[in-house]
């Protein structure tokens, strides 16, 4: 059942991530984005991971994709098509490059014992099978476990990203600030 | 569940928490002073707490090497040389910049806290002792970056600058962070000392590794599938080809201080990130990385030294010039020795010292709107100017790797470490490279002293601070070339978790 779950959720997400990719609509690519987003979110609920799925859809299925939307729609963009000479260039290599990737992939996750399976209880390597673990013996209280972990484990790491944040702030009042002067 | 925080071992970090104070304190401080009057008190502030922050980082230097922060940072003499170093190269952009402000009329309020946010980015690439920490790292310091790049309100490139790099930064931000997951996918742990255990290798500062696989059980094609993808995020920011389509363009489009900081400061942060990541947790499997690197390595050495033949601008052609630097630099991580890691640290402070001070001679040459970067620009300039000129051309003739400068003693090591760990034929290329490169540098110091100049240019006073920069910078070019005993006695102390 659950694998059966997975694969269909997997399936659509990565049917929907294509599309986001090929659509020349900037509108329709923000909305499979969303797709894409929901899908991650059953994912993360297969993995036992509750927190996670419902930030995931609270902060970039809702607050951050609408902000995308307004943004798309405020400013009304007309794309120009793309130059196909330039283009018809780098498609094939483009194209060799991703398919050389794809192969590669498939090489190193086939030479990897015990893959591929991301769900509990099938044969997994030791690794994820070790952190699926710790998150499934937690599961009365996720988000207490996320939560100690942050300001534990993670502290450091938690305290930078503040200021990573503060850094982008600036940068972004920094942007606001050079538009007049353009006029 | 209990809670308990962690060993909160402040001293550990201290450089960088004076360096977040100093961030804000620029921040505040502004807003106080309102919006002109604060100019040179923000410059001073920012070079007092870089100093601040320097002089801790040296009381620090006979602590004991130990990890802090649930071991997220290592606080060992790796950390602290390379902090120093980026410092130095903090101040030194401060000083650039502090003239550049003045001619083009930038805000200097955001200025200084993003440059000393991305120098604490700088200092976490170096310090990192789990991914984590490495990727959040290169995120700030690139998020910082791509503002300053753009930093500019008179002239347009460098927005064109800044959206290049924003997108393709991200572009190779993903590569890191998927290079993460699949390294922590196939050993169960972030910890680069847990990674290196689990693979193998022998001991050093290892802390708790609880969720990392036994040690020979790892998954190595997942693990070889992370350690490209690594090199492809950690190369974009260290301009290694193929990942260098970005660096010309944004080193010519960015402001002059912004483009020294970049090929000096956040070149040498990608490589001590470099160093540390595959050093420390991947030393055991080096016989399959290094090959994948030399190759880059010449690559990157050929690629750098053959197209900077072509350029006419100055600023383009020190882009090239640092990617072909890279090359050499990524030579002393092939290596993968003891030997290699402390050549890569002095050809850091050696590369910083010849680059810095070229580009401080541009900044001096520059003007109001008009940055003076044709490389015929420099024609005559031994007439008008014969103390800049002489800097000019020690800096260039270090840069080709001309004896006696730290340029010649660099290669040396670096190349020397190669031929040790058995890459003859790196080394050679290496040399042929360097020997094509001198062409390119010898031409700006033809124009300078053989070539008479075009147009009477009014002569201006050249800035005071940033000629004491180059004057400094071509004293350490060839005080370390002469001697360079005392810094390798230092980078060897600093790398000895090498093995």
Known sequence: ?183 | MTFALPALDWWAIAPMLVLVLTGCATLVAELVRGDDAGRAPLAWLTVAGASVSGGIALGQWDDPARLAFSDMVSSDRFTLFFTVLFLVVTCVTVLFAFEQLRREDFHPGEFYPLLAFSTIGMVLMAAAADLVITFIGVELLSICLYILVGFSRRRREPEESAIKYLLLGSFASAFLLYGIALVYGSTGTTSLACVGRALGAPGGLVGACEGAVATGSVATGMLLAGIGLLVVGLGFKAALVPFHSWAPDVYEGAPTAITAFMSVGVKAAAFAALLRVFLVAFPTLAPDWSVLLAVVATVTMVTGNTVALFQRNIKRMLGYSSIAHAGYLLVAIVAASHAGAASLLFYAVGYAAMNLGAFAIVVVLGRAGEERVAISDYAGLSQRQPLLAALMATFMFALAGVPPTVGFVGKFYVFSAAVDAGYVWLALAGLASSVASAYYYLRVVYQMYMVDPKEVVASHSPHRWVSLVATVAGFAVIALGVFPGGIIGVATASTSFVR
């Open chain 1, 1 to 183: 059942m659950e694998f059966l779950i997975f694969s269909a959720v997997a399936a659509i997400a990565i049917a929907a991530g294509l599309l986001m990719v090929l659509q020349r609509n900037a509108m329709y690519s923000a909305l499979f984005l969303v797709v894409v987003f929901f899908c991650l979110a059953v994912i993360y609920i297969l993995l036992g991971a509750y927190f996670l799925a419902v930030v995931q859809v609270a902060v970039y299925a809702g607050a951050i994709m609408v902000l995308m939307l307004f943004v798309i729609m405020l400013l009304n963009v007309a794309w120009p098509e793309p130059d196909d000479r330039v283009l018809g260039l780098l498609r094939p290599l483009g194209a060799t490059a991703a398919v050389t990737f794809a192969m590669l992939m498939a090489w190193a996750l086939a030479g990897t014992p015990g893959l591929p399976s991301p769900l509990p209880g099938t044969s997994l390597p030791v690794g994820a099978a070790m952190t699926l673990g710790r998150v499934g013996e937690a599961q009365a209280g996720h988000v207490q476990e996320v939560a100690v972990t942050l300001f534990s484990k993670y502290l450091l790491p938690f305290e930078l990203v503040s200021i990573l944040l503060l850094a982008a702030i600036l940068g972004a009042s920094v942007l606001a600030r050079k538009r007049p002067d353009h006029a």
